[in-house]
Structures are given as structure tokens and as C-alpha cells.
């Protein structure tokens, strides 16, 4: 007996959806729809670098920068505002060295190694811009492409599109960095003024990310599964018809009990070949903690979960990319900290045939500024800063874009984030002029101002 | 040179708007034009974001070109040649802008010739960006309260109070109505939760459906805010908002020594309900105002809250002085002032009308002021505890010798015999965590350019906020005595437009489900507008003059009829078009209860709670790998008495680096910055604690336990008991029948477990 050992599972589950189903008269609002049009991307893997990595020393190699090291930016360049270095900063060089990798040749930074062997995977954007240059906003903005909080971040709206391949786990996860929470905070991932069923669920740290998923002692499967019943029964006696709240608190219960059946499974990465976990870093203390959450990231889309995003970054500004006062000694370790598990992810994907349906983005809110803070450090730039994109239906080994000759603003083909979100739907068959919202009179969606598919890359 | 330039600006303008002529008379073409070239080009010297104002001259505004500075008018309306903005962009006078630059671009040089020909209009002083560029004084936040007289209703309704006359009157303005009262079971079971955080008990709740006296709410109410559950309801919205924890956060996040203190008195003070402007009082300025007073030196811990940055090695003392500080003023912003001051740290304000010089004012109050631990152990608890710990540290020493010259599984053993014997030490003497002022330790406050702690600029000293004050006021002397008692004077003035506002409208949040200005920590220029700005100047006014007393303010609320309609309201499918967040209040606004309710509520329910009040606080066991997490796993040392585990949820160990998982999964806050107003989601996980966690079960066991040990075994009494402990009100008959058909063959533990798992338990109607 397939219940006996594992829960809620097999037979039991799929009659109680059907129940469900059937009492409801429609599918659940996460079950799977269909897309606008045909999709390439099935789900999608964000990893966020919070802070705001630095393009200058990681994918955009600038040598002029360099050679004017210590001068003050020439007039050519134009003005930026950044939120502490003052207009007479003096540029700062880096210490980085770049190489080309694969076969497309692409300069990548010493800091990833690894990441830049499956460089031919991946499409760097070099010509990424948004509008504002304090982490909070710009996280709102990244996520939900509003620069205040209250909107439906980018995962709410996938899964309000397209709904949950997966009924066992939840469509929408969040790993957050385990050294803490970042300015925007929960808000900038939650689900706005979409029906809080697009939530996204938080995993947190440790072997154990979703609590609670042991089953009670002494009590039998066949016996809990008659008291959620009693529970779903008894709310529903006092249910309001369109109550979006209490409804969300029902589907809870739903999403609690498939979770208990099959994630523990899915999340309990000890099983994993050796090899598996040497690729992406499990087990070295620098890299363990990406490492674990780019494995589990792996197997939650390999289950049907369409959006994960896995935070790099938490806590106070060095525990995140924020570099303000030294460059070097901040990029080295979050560098080290994310490249092995980024490749190991990559590359784990592809050889499973999971790359052409997971699209892969890297970025964070913004990038770094050209101009030295305190010294060694780069404030945040929002004018012109790299992300990447691989998989997914993604063109890879393609450079896209360009920043001026010291990478202060983006000139050549410039996208904004509103063109990357964009292009996330597109990959997802999604149009962003489709997936709407009513809300205080107005059809919301995801992008403000219309974007732009990125179509150098599709 | 400009008449090529001259004769081009018709055609832009037409290019850009078949209507220049119009355009040109409102703020449009300033808007688009003009403002975006100053804001680039010159705000950063000539305006209030200047780290230094160049000449005199602001550019932010029309009228201050029009006043000009120190070389005079910048602009003359209508004459372009004579303004001397225009000679300084074409390089003409003795000046030339923007400095050390090549000449803006001659069609940027046309349009600012055009708008001034034009008159050079700007936006009224009427206009929001008016407000905001031109006087923030005008901000509404920032103006007196004023007491409003209280609206007419035309309603035949008759308002039961003053505040029911504010929601009424604007509800009218749309021909709307507030929605049907709700049943009286519903509304003791919310007054109840409002006020004191539990649930009402069923004798209570019979108790009230009995009395039909015309004074039967009114006597509920003074019970409740007699209770002293209303403190430890209450004071937990205080230490939200302070962000209380009882350690310092960051890697090391030590123990501020015995930090509980500070809790009971703040649900003590909420209990007696002190003067809310005492209770401010204290905290910013106890220990200068009654030295001798246990209480208010322990009120001081409020400067104590903030996360706390510990260095190993040589610490850089200037740089962990700025940091305490930093925390230490922006809280008072937050907390008192509902500003985000913090901005201003670093420059000026880019937000809000406070200068980066008004920040280090407001620090300056506190530069001497320092952290002072208060023993309260005689002295010869003393010496016995320095004995002791002295020959655990002699043995502890011994042992980190011999651990240097060992490896492998030797030294294993040794750090495991260290850990214990540092488990060993005397526990700290009962403590006060005061703070007081050490003059001769006195922080210099300079203005720190770019907020870096080594960019001195120029000293200041104590002043308050200049846009609340008269800008003839002076700058107190760095020395001031008594800084922190001057600090508190202002704050709690009568006259202060924000101090009441703020903490009105925080009280109004926790009855009414939002703020009247929504974001209850932000009143200013960016922050919301409030929805009825005459009622809660109504209820400042009436706060201020009733001796800052909150317990009158919560009468007058939870009695009005706004508070005790209905969630449900009839006009739901128009009003919720028109007004989906509800703000006009046309219904009551369902809530979940917080985590700490739930918990509270569970262990009320189940009859396990452990009513014991005040003192050290518990530590509860949590997993081993959250413990392990921690720098020093080490510092979680739960209770030994069991029973302590089943205190309420403000008596547990505030951790900063080890949440509570129960608690965060319903949304408790980070302990790190100050929360106004707590998230509620929804979500699996939550579903999976009150299902699968221990605490549900073990209380779910504890309720059958009761219910039977209650009712015996007759079936039907068992679950209405149970509807009427959890839910407040008798089971309806599909209830009824729900749980009986489950109670033929199913446990009593499980059915206890389904009843806690209800949107009835869960949520207050």
C-alpha cells in the first residue's frame, strides 16, 4: 500500500482533487493553464544577487577604466546620480583579470570560473538599466516592476498565468539567504493585490526547509486525512461565497497535506549521487549553503514548480553584494560563495535535458558604480549593469548590449528591467499585455510602461 | 549667438504641443523643461539638497528665483535679458553655469528664455509638487493640530460618538451607510482580542448575552481595559514598534542584560495607563529626569533596542559609537516622530523636508548619552557571584592552556568540557540596562558628509527638526545639560503636530484593522494621505487634552458603531469597486489573529496557559538545528519548568538570531527595525504548524482532555463546548452535525486539533 508508507500520496490524492474539482465545479485557481502561446520555458530559476553585484568586475570588462584609475569621470560620459558617491569620486580600476571562454569567446571575470565554463549557455545582458538607485525601491522594482511596494511580484504573476505543474509542491518558492533579510523585504515577493493564493512559500534554512512536514505520531494517515476533512468541512459551513481570504486558508490546508505526502522527498537532498552534490558544492563550507539551495532549486522545477527564486544576500549590506567600502573583499567571497553552485546548477540542468525548459536568470537590483566609495568600495548603479539569462529557449553564448567605455551607462541596445521581465513571460508563452489584473480601475500588469522582448536572445 | 537659438524655441514648443500658449500659463512646460534641467544641472548646489547652498540662491522653486540670492534676482518674469540665470547659461556675466562645464545645449538655453519670457510660471503654491518643492512647512503632518467641530449627519442613524459623526459624514458624501451591527457574540469575542489578546471565555461570553442593561458594552469594555492582559496585549504593539529583543543582533548577539525589565514596565505602564506623554518621557529621559527612580532608569532601555554591532580585534571605537547613535536617533524618528529620519543621515533628506543638519541636531541630544548597566544585587550577592565566576574563569584559562597543545579528539573532549564549564558560570546579577549621560565621554556630533564617521563637517548641536520649529530658534549649546529631558519636552509639547497624531493612529490600527494615515510609521510628505485628517485631528486633539490617557481613547472607539458593524455589508458589491482597501469604513475589516494571539489563544482554549505574569523571560525548546545555527549555541538554555512553557507569547525569549518559528510563521516581526503594523499572510506552512507541529498537537490533547474532563462524555456537550471556547458562540447546526458524525469513530485529540485549525478560532469577525 502505496498510502501505508508515504501519506497522502498516489490514489488518495488524485480523488481528493477530483472531489475537489467536482465540489468546486471548476479546477483549483493553481491548477495548470494553458499559455498565451506556445511556450519555450516550462519554469523558471531566479538567481538574485542581492546588493547589486558589480558589472565592472564580473561579465563587463572595461580597460579604460583602468587606465584612468584615480581621475575624475571625463565630461564625455555624462552625469549619474548614485546614492552616496558625490560627482567629484574619482574612478576605480579593477583587480579583476577576464578571460574568454567556449567557444563564443565571451570575457568572463576570474571571479567565476566555473560559472564561465557553460558561458555558451548564457546570454550576458551588458546593457541592463532601471530607474532607481536604493536597494529598496530597485528590489521592488526587479521583482514586481514597480518601484514601490504593493504590486504582485514576477513569480505571483507566472503562477497567477500559468498555475502549478506540480500538486505537491507548492508553485511559487522562495530560498531567502539565511544571513538575514534585505531592504525590500518579504513584500518585494509577495503577491500584492493578486488573490493571496499566489503567494510564494518561504523555505527556510537548513536540511529542513518547509517545517512541520513529519507527520504526528500516533496518529494514522487514514485518521488525519478525516480531520482535514472535518477542518475544509467545518470552514466551509461558515464560508462566504468569494471570500478570496478564507479561500486562500482552505487551499493552504490542500497545498500542506500534497506537500507532506511527496516533498519530503523532493527536498531531502542526501540521496543525491556524491558526485551531484560535488558539482554544485554541497559539503565545502564556502560554497554548502548556495550549493544546497541551487540542488533543491533543481529538483523542485524537475517536480513541476514554476518559479524559484534563490537569494544570494541577506542581513547587513557585506552579507550581501552591496560592496560599499571594499570591492575586492566582498566580490571575492560572494563569488566564491555562488559560482561552483551556479555552475554546478547549470550544468546539472542541461544534463538532464532541464535546460531547454528552465529558464535561468542571474542578476541583482543594480550594478556598481565606476567611480570608487570610501576608497576600495562602488556605490549602486542603476544606468547600466549586467544580468544573464540562460536556457529556457534562451540563445546562449551571446553577448547583448554595451555600456560606455567605463561601463557607466548602458549606450548599445539598452534594456530596461521592464524588458527583462518581458522577456521572462515571452520564454513562459506569456503576453505581458495579456496577463492583467483588475485593481482600483485599472488592468494591471506586470510591466508599467510596455516592454520589450529581448530578441537578440529568443 | 542666441537669436539663431531664439527663433527655433516656436517651433520645439509646437513639435511638443499644438497648445504652447496654454501650456506655457500652468507649471507644464516648467515641468517638463524647465524643473528637469535644474534638478540635473544645478539642485546640487542651489537648492535644500545642497551638501552647501552656492550663493545664496535656491533654484527648487519659483519663488526663490524670483527672491534670487546673494547677486540678486535669478529671474525676472517676462524679461529673459535682465534675469541673471539666462546671462549665467550663455556664458555672458560674470558668471557662467553650470560651473566648470561646457554650455548646456542651446535649445535647453531657448526654453528657459521662452518660460521666462512667458512669465516664468511654475506650479501654484497650491499644487501637490508645490507642497513638496516649494514649503514643506505646508505638509499637512507638520501643521498644528487643530480641533475640527464635529460633523452633522444627516443619517437618521444616530452616531453613537463623536468618531462614528466623522466616518458617518464622509460615508454620506457617497450615499453610503456603515454596514449592520454585528451580533454581539461577534463583537465581545472582537473587543475581547482587541484588548487583551485572548479569547473570551464562555462565561464571559453568556455573561454579556444575559445583560440587556443600556451599559452592558461599556461595563465589558472597563473590564477588559482593567485586565491586565490588556497591558500584554498593548505593550506588545509598544515593543513592535521599538523594536524590542533582547539581544543585540548582528554574529555575537548578546544578552542585554535582564532586557525583560523593560518589557513589564512597558506593559505595567500600559496597565495604569500612565500619560502617554510620561511614558515618552521616561524612556527618552528617565535616568536625567529620576535617577533614583528604579523605573525610570529601567524606561531608559529603550535606548538600549537596537541591533548592536560587537567587534573582535580592535574594535574602531568612533565608528561603533556612530552605528549606536545612528540606531539610537533614527528610532526616535520611527518611533515618536512617525518620520523616516534615517535618510537624512547621509545628505539631505531626498525624500522629506529634513536636511542631513537637522539628523546630527537630533543626534546632538544624545551625544553623551551611554549605555549603563544598573547591579542590583547587594553586595554581597556580589561578592559571592565575582567568587564564583572568578574560579570557573581561573579553570576555564587552565583549560584553553592545555586545548593549545592538544589536536584531534583530545581537544574535541576539551572544547566540549569548556562549553560546559562556560554553561557553569554564576548566571548575570539581576541588572537594570539603563543608559545615562557620561559628559566626559561626550561624542562631538559633527554633520558627517556622506554619513561616513570620519568626514567631519561642522559641529552642531542640539535643536529639534527645523521644519517644525520656527527657523529663528536657536542651536542649544553642544554641553547642554539635561539634553534628553529638552528632547522629550519638545516631543511631548501639546502643541506638537505629529507626537499625538502618530500615536493615535496607531491605536486606531489595532482596532480598526488600518491606520487613518495608513503607513502608520510615515507621516511624512511621502507618506499616506490620511482618509479622515479631521478625525484624527479630532482624536489627537481629545488625547492631548485628556491627560494623554489611552484607555478613554480606546473606549471611545471600540463603543462607537463604526467599530461594532458587521463584516459583512450590504453594499459590499458597489462599495468594494469604488473602495476596495474599505478605507471609508463601510465594514468592519476581518482580522487574523497575530501569532502571539493564536499561540495565547491556543493555550487559553486548551487550558493550559499559564497565566503567570512579569519576570525573566522563558526560552521554549526549539529544533536543534535552529540552535545550531547560532554563533554561541550555547546561549538557548530553555527553561527547566515545563510549566513555563505555556506563558504567553510576550513572556518568551526574544532572540534576535533564533525567531520563534511558530510565532514568525504567523507573521511575528524580524525584532530588527521598528514594525507599525504586522503582515498577514496565508500559507502552507502555516497550515502545516497547526497541523503537524508539536505545539498544536500537545494542545490539541490538553483541549480534548478539558472538554472531557468538562463535559464528560456525551458528545453533543462536548462540541458545543468546544465551539463555545474557541469560537465564542455556540456551534450551528451544520457544525454540530459536522463534528458528531466526525466523533463517532474519530478521537476527541483529533476533533480538539480541527476546532484550533477553524477560520472560526483563527479569525475575529
Known amino acids: 500500500m502505496r498510502d501505508a508508507c508515504c501519506g497522502f500520496g498516489g490514489l488518495a490524492l488524485a480523488s481528493l482533487l477530483q472531489e475537489e474539482a467536482a465540489r468546486a465545479g471548476t479546477a483549483t485557481p493553481l491548477s495548470s493553464k494553458p499559455a498565451h502561446f506556445q511556450p519555450k520555458a516550462k519554469s523558471v530559476i531566479f538567481l538574485f544577487m542581492a546588493g547589486g553585484p558589480s558589472h565592472l568586475e564580473t561579465y563587463d570588462p572595461k580597460p579604460l577604466l583602468n587606465k584612468l584609475h584615480g581621475q575624475k569621470r571625463p565630461n564625455e560620459f555624462g552625469e549619474a546620480k548614485y546614492q552616496f558617491v558625490q560627482r567629484d569620486a574619482k574612478l576605480l580600476g579593477t583587480k579583476r583579470t577576464f578571460k574568454k571562454y567556449g567557444q563564443s569567446g565571451i570575457e568572463v571575470s576570474d571571479l567565476f570560473p566555473h560559472t564561465a565554463e557553460c558561458v555558451d549557455d548564457m546570454a550576458i545582458l551588458r546593457s541592463c538599466h532601471g530607474d532607481m538607485v536604493v536597494h529598496s525601491a530597485a528590489q521592488y522594482e526587479l521583482f514586481t516592476g514597480r518601484v514601490t511596494p504593493g504590486f504582485p511580484s514576477v513569480g505571483s504573476w507566472v503562477i497567477y498565468g500559468l498555475g502549478s505543474e506540480s500538486q505537491s509542491l507548492p508553485a511559487y518558492v522562495v530560498m531567502p539567504d539565511p544571513k538575514g533579510a534585505l531592504e525590500a523585504g518579504q513584500p518585494m515577493y509577495t503577491n500584492g493585490f493578486l488573490p493571496a493564493i499566489y503567494q510564494p512559500t518561504m523555505f527556510r534554512p537548513g536540511s529542513r526547509p518547509v517545517l512541520n512536514l513529519e507527520r504526528t505520531a500516533g496518529v494514522s494517515d487514514a485518521d488525519r486525512r478525516k480531520t482535514l476533512d472535518l477542518i475544509r468541512n467545518l470552514n466551509r459551513a461558515t464560508l462566504d461565497p468569494g471570500d478570496q481570504e478564507f479561500s486562500a486558508r482552505i487551499n493552504a490546508y490542500d497545498l500542506a497535506f500534497k506537500m507532506q505526502s511527496e516533498a519530503p522527498d523532493v527536498l531531502d537532498i542526501s540521496h543525491e549521487p556524491r558526485e551531484t552534490l560535488e558539482l554544485y558544492g554541497v559539503g565545502d563550507a564556502v560554497t554548502n549553503d548556495y550549493a544546497r539551495r541551487c540542488l533543491l532549486a533543481r529538483k523542485l522545477v524537475e517536480k513541476g514548480v514554476r518559479f524559484v527564486c534563490v537569494v544570494s544576500g541577506g542581513g547587513t549590506g557585506n552579507q550581501q553584494w552591496d560592496a560599499h567600502s571594499d570591492i575586492e573583499e566582498n566580490h571575492l567571497r560572494k563569488a566564491a560563495e555562488t559560482d561552483k553552485p551556479v555552475a554546478g546548477l547549470l550544468k546539472d540542468l542541461k544534463r538532464r535535458g532541464l535546460l531547454d525548459s528552465t529558464l535561468v536568470v542571474w542578476g541583482g537590483e543594480f550594478g556598481r558604480s565606476p567611480e570608487a566609495e570610501s576608497g576600495r568600495g562602488r556605490d549602486h548603479h542603476n544606468l547600466g549593469f549586467t544580468m544573464w539569462m540562460a536556457g529556457g529557449g534562451i540563445k546562449g553564448g551571446k553577448v547583448v548590449g554595451a555600456t560606455d567605455a567605463i561601463g557607466l551607462r548602458a549606450i548599445e541596445s539598452p534594456y530596461h528591467l521592464r524588458d527583462v521581465h518581458t522577456t521572462i513571460l515571452n520564454q513562459l508563452g506569456l503576453d505581458q499585455h495579456k496577463l492583467t489584473y483588475p485593481h482600483l480601475g485599472r488592468n494591471e500588469r506586470l510591466t508599467f510602461v510596455e516592454g520589450k522582448v529581448i530578441r537578440e536572445i529568443v | ?765
Open chain 2, 1 to 765: 549667438m542666441n537669436r539663431p537659438a531664439t527663433r527655433l524655441v516656436p517651433l520645439i514648443i509646437t513639435l511638443a504641443s499644438f497648445a504652447h500658449a496654454d501650456e506655457a500659463r500652468d507649471a507644464t512646460f516648467y515641468n517638463a523643461r524647465i524643473q528637469p534641467v535644474l534638478a540635473r544641472e544645478c539642485y546640487s548646489c542651489h537648492s535644500p539638497d545642497a551638501a552647501k547652498l552656492k550663493g545664496g540662491l535656491r533654484l527648487d522653486s519659483r519663488e526663490a528665483m524670483l527672491q534670487g540670492g546673494d547677486a540678486g534676482p535669478a529671474i525676472v518674469a517676462g524679461k529673459p535679458a535682465e534675469s541673471l540665470l539666462i546671462q549665467a547659461l550663455r556664458h555672458e556675466g560674470d558668471l557662467a553655469m553650470p560651473p566648470k562645464k561646457p554650455k548646456l545645449a542651446a535649445n535647453i538655453i531657448a526654453d528657459f528664455e521662452r518660460w521666462i519670457t512667458d512669465g516664468a510660471p511654475g506650479p501654484t503654491a497650491s499644487a501637490n509638487t508645490a507642497e513638496k518643492k516649494g514649503d514643506p512647512r505646508q505638509h499637512w503632518a507638520f501643521q498644528p493640530v487643530k480641533r475640527p467641530a464635529i460633523p452633522a449627519v444627516r443619517n437618521a442613524k444616530q452616531p453613537a460618538n463623536a468618531i462614528d459623526a466623522f466616518i458617518f459624514a464622509k460615508l454620506e458624501e457617497r450615499g453610503w451607510t456603515i454596514a449592520p451591527p454585528a451580533t454581539r457574540a461577534e463583537w465581545i469575542r472582537r473587543v475581547t482580542f482587541d484588548l487583551t489578546g485572548l479569547p473570551p471565555t464562555p462565561d464571559e461570553v453568556d455573561h454579556y448575552l444575559a445583560d440587556h442593561d443600556a451599559n452592558a458594552d461599556e461595563r465589558v469594555v472597563d473590564r477588559l481595559l482593567a485586565s491586565p492582559a490588556y497591558g500584554e496585549r498593548w505593550g506588545q504593539h509598544w515593543l513592535d514598534v521599538v523594536r524590542f529583543a533582547e539581544t543585540e543582533g548582528y554574529e555575537y548577539d548578546r544578552e542585554i542584560p535582564d532586557a525583560w525589565r523593560y518589557r513589564d514596565y512597558v506593559i505595567d505602564s500600559f496597565n495604569r495607563d500612565k500619560p502617554f506623554d510620561r511614558f515618552l518621557t521616561e524612556q527618552i529621559a528617565g535616568d536625567e529626569i529620576s535617577p533614583a527612580d528604579q523605573e525610570c532608569m529601567i524606561a531608559t532601555t529603550f535606548h538600549r533596542l537596537g541591533p548592536v554591532r560587537r567587534n573582535a580585534g580592535n574594535p574602531e571605537i568612533a565608528l561603533s559609537r556612530n552605528e549606536v547613535l545612528t540606531e539610537r536617533t533614527d528610532i526616535i524618528g520611527t518611533a515618536f516622530l512617525g518620520l523616516t529620519i534615517g535618510c537624512a543621515r547621509c545628505h539631505n533628506h531626498k525624500l522629506e523636508p529634513i536636511s542631513q543638519k537637522d539628523y546630527y541636531r537630533l543626534q546632538a541630544y544624545l551625544a553623551a548619552t551611554d549605555e549603563h548597566n544598573i547591579v542590583l544585587a547587594s553586595e554581597a550577592e556580589r561578592k559571592t557571584s565575582e567568587a564564583e565566576s572568578n574560579r570557573f574563569k581561573d579553570e576555564i584559562a587552565a583549560l584553553k592552556k592545555r586545548m593549545k597543545l592538544t589536536t584531534g579528539p583530545e581537544r574535541a573532549k576539551l572544547e566540549t568540557e569548556l562549553e560546559s564549564l562556560e554553561d557553569k558560570m554564576p548566571a548575570p546579577l539581576a541588572t537594570i540596562p539603563a543608559t545615562w549621560n557620561d559628559m566626559s565621554h561626550r561624542t562631538e556630533i559633527h554633520v558627517l558628509k556622506r554619513g561616513v564617521w570620519e568626514n567631519k563637517g561642522e559641529p552642531v548641536g542640539p535643536r529639534p527638526l527645523g521644519v517644525l520649529i520656527a527657523e529663528s530658534e536657536p542651536e542649544s549649546p553642544a554641553n547642554l545639560t539635561n539634553p534628553r529631558t529638552q528632547l522629550a519636552k519638545w516631543i511631548t509639547s501639546p502643541s506638537h503636530p505629529l507626537t499625538a497624531r502618530v500615536m493615535v493612529n496607531r491605536v486606531w490600527l489595532h482596532h480598526f484593522g488600518a491606520g487613518l494615515v495608513k503607513t502608520v510609521n510615515d507621516f511624512g510628505t511621502k507618506g499616506d494621505a490620511p482618509s479622515h485628517r479631521e478625525l484624527l485631528d479630532w482624536l489627537a486633539s481629545t488625547f492631548v487634552e485628556n491627560g494623554w490617557q489611552l484607555k478613554p481613547l480606546h473606549k471611545m472607539m471600540v463603543l462607537s458603531q463604526t467599530y461594532r458593524q458587521s463584516v459583512h455589508s450590504p453594499i459590499a458589491a458597489r462599495a468594494e469597486v469604488a473602495d476596495p482597501e474599505n478605507r471609508l469604513l463601510w465594514r468592519f475589516n476581518r482580522r487574523r489573529l497575530s501569532a502571539e494571539e493564536i499561540r495565547d489563544g491556543m493555550l487559553m482554549v486548551s487550558g493550559r496557559l499559564n497565566p503567570k505574569r512579569s519576570g525573566p523571560s522563558v526560552m521554549i525548546p526549539v529544533d536543534a538545528e535552529m540552535v545550531a545555527l547560532l554563533y554561541k549555541p550555547s546561549q538557548w538554555k530553555p527553561a527547566r519548568d515545563v510549566n513555563e512553557y505555556d506563558r504567553r507569547s510576550i513572556y518568551l525569549f526574544a532572540k534576535r538570531n533564533l525567531r520563534l518559528p511558530f510565532l514568525e510563521t504567523f507573521d511575528a516581526p524580524p525584532l530588527l527595525t521598528s514594525c507599525a503594523r504586522r503582515e498577514t499572510s496565508t500559507h502552507a506552512p502555516q497550515a502545516l504548524e497547526l497541523l503537524n507541529g508539536k505545539l498544536a498537537n500537545d494542545l490539541a490533547d490538553a483541549f480534548a482532555k478539558r472538554l472531557e474532563h468538562e463535559v464528560g462524555d456525551q458528545k453533543d456537550k462536548i462540541v458545543e463546548r468546544a465551539f463555545q471556547l474557541a469560537h465564542g458562540r455556540s456551534a450551528t447546526a451544520e457544525e454540530r452535525r459536522l463534528s458528531l458524525e466526525f466523533l463517532r469513530d474519530q478521537s476527541l485529540k483529533e476533533f480538539a486539533l480541527a476546532v484550533l485549525n477553524t477560520n472560526g478560532f483563527l479569525y475575529v469577525n
